[in-house]
């Protein structure tokens, strides 16, 4: 009896996360994007590997160490996504999630639509991506999610700063933005 209730209240928590997750992320879907996002994304040359050096972090990857994020287009068009990352140290349990994102906006490939866990979906904001592709700080329409990645797992403190100001100059709340420690 006792283990039936843990089980309810743990599943009555997965939900209310899951609940909360939905409607932050489903909010602007729709509309226009609201800030200023990268001129044009050659989708091929965006492919690949990404070290995920700031992020906001939610219920699901509270803690992330050692993050990465690697897309892969597939045949249909659709961005097959692996996010990874350790929980609460180098050596903690890993961690991966599987969204799939579309596309929204085809002429600039900067706006896509990322669907998590075969039930909501969520705008992703391609902000800025480097003239080489070795950098890229992602956002949302609430500028409650953003995303700071490189191609290394190496970053200094003056270019993190330098991509940081990608979304201070949009009005992120800078305080929200948590540095991802990667293995040395």
């Known amino acids: 009896m006792e283990m039936e209730i843990m089980k309810w209240i743990l599943g009555i928590g997965v939900l209310a996360v899951v609940l909360v997750l939905a409607g932050a992320c489903t909010k602007g879907e729709d509309k226009e994007p609201n800030q200023e996002l990268a001129e044009y994304v050659d989708l091929d040359r965006f492919m690949g590997t990404w070290y995920v050096h700031g992020y906001t972090a939610t219920p699901l990857d509270k803690n992330a160490y050692d993050a990465t994020e690697t897309y892969r287009l597939g045949d249909d068009g659709t961005i097959l996504t692996t996010y990874r990352f350790r929980k609460g140290s180098h050596d903690g349990k890993l961690k991966t999630m599987k969204p799939k994102g579309k596309v929204h906006n085809e002429e600039t490939n900067a706006e896509w639509r990322m669907r998590f866990f075969g039930i909501f979906t969520a705008p992703y ?51 929200k933005v948590e540095r991802v420690p990667h293995r040395q």
Do not use: C, K, N
């Open 125 to 175: 904001y391609i902000l800025y991506v480097s003239p080489d592709y070795t950098e890229t700080v992602i956002g949302h329409p609430d500028r409650d999610l953003a995303w700071v990645m490189t191609r290394s797992a190496q970053l200094s403190d003056r270019d993190y700063e330098r991509l940081l100001f990608e979304l201070a100059r949009r009005d992120y709340d800078m305080a």
